[in-house]
């Protein structure tokens, strides 16, 4: 298990290098200027000149490039200012170092992406487990259709239709604000709430088809006719031998979809207006602050990388077979 966590872990380092450099040459080889970015589009030519200079954009490629992975992993310095690490850049419209600001929005992430993942997969799943079993039937149907509106639908209308709802016209929830869990756990219980459902209500829906597709799948397969032949009461033929199996695909894409939104809900924090990270690349668009985009960039991939290969791991303690792959 060592060596199987070993390789996984020296892989997911080689597709982040991969990834830093990729990112790294959309930003630095485009035709716009780096510098000009860096500062903003109402910036002087004196004061992009000297951020040419103490950003080293007028060293070689390589040495930048190099100089930009060393600082992640080690820190450097811009000029006078120091930026500690990991140094993902320096962002001189706010004048902090980029890893600072995703730091301080990345409690707001993590609380809108953990209570969503919360809520998708227990509706999602129980959803597809109910309509597997109830197939043909009126249950089966309201679920798929509720599942494909769900899909369909767009998240910022979701958004704004609940705000304007369950805010505006009924006033059951406040608008959604940032507020600390340990401040004042109601008030953040109902800042997140509509958050959590608009993101619920896109991603229930594909979780709720797969599960249902999986299980009947599962249910036709000759050891579960074994089963129910061998007298075993249908519970447990269904969550031994059916759903156990059934969660297999949903826990890759569970990976999947968790790590890119610990990386930032853009659309939903946006349109409620949350300081998290996706908020951060949003105002980061529209500012043109290359740094900051290029760190949000790098740092969503991180969790996505990260998030597989906690799968990975995951699949290798529940089949021992994977860990000779």
């Known amino acids: 298990m060592i060596l199987y966590t070993a ?60 100089a930009y992975v060393g600082g992640i992993v080690a820190g ?27 730091t301080s929005r990345l409690p707001t992430s993590v609380s809108i992406a953990a209570g969503a993942a919360v809520l998708w997969l227990l509706v999602g799943c129980t959803a597809g487990v109910v309509a597997a079993l109830r197939r043909g039937t009126v249950w089966d149907r309201a679920a798929m259709m509720a599942a494909l509106g769900g899909v369909s639908l767009p998240i910022y209308l979701t958004a704004l239709l609940s705000q304007y709802v369950l805010v505006v016209q009924l006033g059951w929830l406040p608008y959604p604000r940032e507020v600390a869990l340990t401040d004042d756990p109601v008030g953040w219980f109902q800042s997140m709430l509509m958050p959590w459902c608009t993101l619920a209500m896109l991603y229930a829906g594909v979780y709720a088809r797969i599960t249902r597709s999986e299980v009947l799948e599962n249910l036709g397969r000759d050891y579960v006719r074994t089963a129910r032949a061998k007298g075993l009461p249908e519970v447990t033929v269904v969550r ?12 890759t894409i569970f990976g999947m979809d968790l790590g890119a939104l610990l990386g930032g809900a853009l659309i939903t924090e946006s349109v409620y207006g949350l300081p998290g990270v996706g908020k951060l690349a949003a105002d980061a668009i529209n500012s043109s602050d290359q740094p900051v985009i290029l760190g949000v960039t790098l740092f969503a991939a991180a969790f996505v990388v990260l998030a597989n290969v906690a799968v990975d791991l995951v699949y290798a303690l529940l089949d021992p077979r994977v860990r000779t792959a």
């Not at 780096?34 to 030519?45: L, M």
């Not at 031994?240 to 826990?251: C, D, F, G, I, S």
Request: glycine residues 8%; contains cysteine.
């Open 7 to 66: 390789r996984r872990l020296a892989g997911a380092a080689g597709i982040l290098l991969v990834i830093c450099a990729l990112t790294f040459a959309v930003f630095y080889l485009m035709p716009a200027d780096p510098a000009q970015g860096a500062c903003g589009k109402a910036c002087s030519p004196e004061r992009i000149a000297q951020i040419r200079a103490t950003l080293g954009l007028d060293q070689p490629l390589p040495t930048q490039f190099a």
């Open 76 to 102: 450097r310095t811009y000029g006078s200012l120091e930026c500690g690490f990991p140094c993902l850049g320096f962002s001189f419209q706010t004048n902090q170092p980029v890893w600072d600001a995703l």
């Open 240 to 251: 031994r031998h059916a759903l156990r199996p059934a969660l297999m695909p949903v826990v």
